[in-house]
C-alpha cells in the first residue's frame, strides 16, 4: 500500500496538473480493463479445472483398463512384447500438433491429436492422454497470466492511482496558496497606489496653498507666515483687491 503523502516530483503549475489528470484518467482506465481481463480470464480458469478433473477421472478407469490389458498381453506373448511391437511399428499410429488459441489477450497452448489411416487399435486413451496435457499446459500458462494480471491491477489500484491523487491535490494546493500570495500582493499594491495618489493630492494642495500665500504676500507687502495667518485667521472676511 502506497504511503499517504507519496506522490510523483512534479513542478506544480497548471500545465502539470492537467498532465496529471490525464495521466489519472489513462491509469483509471487501465485498471478497469485489466480487472476485467482478470475476471475473464478466472473464469476460463475455472472452466479449465473442470475439464482437467473429468479428465483425470476419464483417465483413471482407462488406465486401470489398460493396465489389466497390458498384463494379459504380457501373459499371453511374454516379457519381450515391447520390443515385438517397437520393431514391428514403422509409423506413428497417432500423431498430435500444436497451436495457440487466445483468450483475453493470453496465447495458450493447444494439442490436438489426429490420425493418418484406419487402424484398428483403441486409441483412446492415448487421446484422453493428449487432451489432458493440453488442459494442463493451459492451465498453468492461464495460471500465470492470471498472477501477473492481478500483480498490476493491485499495482494501479495501491501505487499508480494514489501517487497520481496524491500529486493531484500538492499541485492543486500549491496553485492555491499561489493565488492566495497574489491576491495579497495585489492588496498591497493597490494599497500603495492609493496612499501614493493620497500623498500627491496633499502635496498638490499644499502647493497651491503655498502658491496663494505667495501671492497674498505680494499683494499685500507682509511675510508668508503673516499672511497665513491673515488668511487663517480671516475668516469670512474677504480683501475686494484679493483675487482667490
Known amino acids: 500500500m502506497a504511503g499517504q503523502n507519496a506522490r510523483l516530483n512534479v513542478v506544480p503549475t497548471v500545465t502539470m496538473l492537467g498532465v496529471m ?10 485498471h478497469a480493463l485489466l480487472k476485467k481481463k482478470s475476471d475473464a480470464l478466472t473464469v476460463q480458469f475455472r472452466a479449465l479445472l473442470k475439464k482437467i478433473v473429468t479428465a483425470k477421472e476419464s483417465m483413471g478407469d482407462m488406465m486401470k ?3 489389466f490389458a497390458l498384463t494379459e498381453v504380457k501373459y499371453v506373448a511374454g516379457e519381450n512384447v515391447k520390443h515385438v511391437v517397437l520393431e514391428n511399428v514403422k509409423e506413428a499410429t497417432l500423431k498430435v500438433r500444436s497451436r495457440q488459441e487466445n483468450i483475453a489477450g493470453v496465447k495458450l497452448p493447444k494439442f ?3 490420425s493418418e489411416g484406419e487402424t484398428k487399435n483403441d486409441l483412446t486413451a492415448i487421446e484422453v492422454l493428449v487432451e489432458l496435457a493440453s488442459l494442463q499446459t493451459s492451465f498453468l500458462t492461464l495460471d500465470e497470466a492470471i498472477k501477473t494480471t492481478n500483480r498490476r491491477v493491485n499495482a494501479l489500484e495501491n501505487v499508480v492511482k494514489p501517487k497520481i491523487e496524491n500529486t493531484i491535490s500538492y499541485i492543486k494546493g500549491e496553485l492555491d496558496e499561489l493565488e492566495r500570495e497574489d491576491f495579497f500582493r495585489l492588496k498591497k499594491i493597490q494599497g500603495y497606489k492609493r496612499r501614493e495618489v493620497e500623498r500627491q493630492a496633499a502635496n498638490a494642495k499644499a502647493f497651491a496653498e503655498e502658491m496663494v500665500l505667495e501671492g497674498i504676500s505680494m499683494q499685500r507687502g507682509i511675510s508668508i507666515n503673516a499672511a497665513r495667518s491673515l488668511l487663517v485667521g480671516g475668516g469670512g472676511e474677504k480683501d475686494a483687491d484679493i483675487i482667490f
Do not use: Q
Not at 490525464?22 to 483509471?28: C, K, P, Q, S, W
Open 21 to 30: 489528470k490525464a495521466r489519472l484518467v489513462g491509469a483509471t482506465r487501465g
Open 65 to 67: 483398463t489398460s493396465s
Open 112 to 114: 490436438d491429436h489426429f
